[in-house]
């Protein structure tokens, strides 16, 4: 195993301890703000790992840089709208993901200006890109509107209230549907695509920071 790889794999293991529970906790900390606190009786309102990590959905981060972590539970009758409260809180966990990688590309842009990227530098120079593409993938990954993730929520928002119950009535098949999909080449070219766009939006975002720097 390349150094690459091994920092790589280092890195998604950082992902699943440390960014999915920042990612399950926007979910609760929105849904709490918003008057739902079934997520804060349930344990969920913590940075904890323990409270988070889903075995399967990490086990995918830890081999494919993608999955997800336990879903959050949320009442939308809790909601003064709840069609509103779920999507703003569906979409806090992406928006989580993405507000850390412009973070992480913020110091990919310090330290490739500001320091000579070799020997222990261009390690970790190397862990932060891979620490940024994997909080972009898993908000592209999250975003897709198949149930159980997070765009399944924010779709609803759009879509009859029939439509919504009969997704809800067939949970199970459309979660198959995502495995197999997972199992295949079919999501990695569209997902890919797009987390390229993102990047280069977030590096083109900070780009004024070698600027400040020289």
Do not use: C
């Not at 349930?42 to 840089?65: M, N, Q, Y």
């Amino acid at each position: 195993m390349s150094t690459e790889t091994m920092l790589e794999y280092i890195v998604r293991l950082m992902i699943i301890f440390l960014i999915s529970p920042i990612h399950e906790f926007a979910h609760a900390w929105s849904a709490h703000l918003l008057g739902d606190d079934t997520a804060k009786y349930s344990g969920r309102l913590t940075l904890s790992p323990f409270a988070h990590v889903d075995i399967w959905g990490a086990l995918l981060i830890f081999f494919f840089g993608f999955g997800w972590a336990k879903p959050v539970p949320v009442n939308p009758l809790r909601f003064k709208k709840p069609r509103l409260g779920m999507l703003i809180t569906a979409a806090a966990g992406p928006l989580s993901n993405i507000v850390v990688a412009l973070l992480g590309m913020a110091v990919l842009q310090i330290m490739s200006t500001a320091l000579m990227l070799s020997g222990t530098t261009y390690y970790i120079y190397l862990m932060v890109y891979f620490f940024v593409i994997i909080n972009i993938n898993m908000a592209v990954f999250n975003l897709l509107p198949i149930p159980p993730l997070d765009g399944s929520r924010i779709l609803s928002y759009f879509t009859p209230y029939k439509v919504d119950r009969w997704i809800n009535e067939h949970y199970t098949m459309f979660f198959i549907i995502l495995v197999l999909l997972m199992s295949t080449p079919i999501l990695g070219k569209p997902l890919s695509l797009l987390s390229e766009l993102i990047f280069n939006l977030l590096e083109f975002i900070t780009s004024w920071i070698p600027l400040l720097l020289r």
